[in-house]
């Protein structure tokens, strides 16, 4: 079985795009939240007006909009932050995929890791998800893939090691 080399740099786009994906696949968020919300919002205020300030009414509304705050601070801003704020996605990847070993190399990092670390590969039309455990995963643009080749060859890698490809 051949190895594959991929050189690659993320995006800040692509970076926040790839996050917010996993977090709806894996359901850390959902897709009608954000409507959910602000059917929540608009009963809790209407619940407020008709109970004339009730104290539970106040504390109902206050407890909507942490929740909803929460909500838009994981889905938008927190992919965002992430990226800026760590130094490793803004270098330049090269990762060797072969039978035996996964091969990292940046300017600040060369490791060398067996299969067994990983449990599951998950992918969308956009990225590979190489996931560690729930939250921690290595991030493969599709994008960085020369040829279909390329992509079948890394496919049939992370097949003979983890026996699992799940399309999200």
């Avoid at 091969?103 to 599951?120: D, G, H, R």
């Avoid at 998950?122 to 290595?138: A, G, S, V």
Wanted: some cysteine; glycine content about 2%; charged content about 20%.
């Amino acid at each position: 079985m051949e190895t594959v080399e991929l050189k690659f740099q993320y995006t800040q786009k692509e970076y926040v795009q790839a996050e917010r994906q996993y977090l709806i696949a894996d359901k850390i968020l959902h897709k009608y939240d954000l409507a959910l919300a602000a059917l929540f919002l608009v009963f809790s205020i209407v619940y407020m007006l008709v109970s004339s300030f009730s104290l539970f009414s106040i504390i109902l509304f206050g407890t909507v909009i942490i929740v909803t705050a929460m909500g838009c601070y994981v889905y938008f801003l927190l992919p965002i932050l992430r990226f800026k704020q760590t130094k490793k996605y803004h270098e330049e990847y090269t990762l060797t995929f072969s039978k035996d070993s996964l091969y990292f190399k940046t300017p600040s990092i060369a490791s060398e890791m067996k299969w067994n670390i990983y449990s599951v590969l998950k992918e969308n039309d956009d990225f590979y998800y190489l996931i560690q455990r729930p939250r921690i995963y290595t991030l493969i643009p599709k994008r960085v893939f020369k040829s279909q080749n390329e992509r079948q060859t890394f496919e049939e890698i992370v097949q003979f090691n983890l026996n699992t490809i799940e399309h999200i």
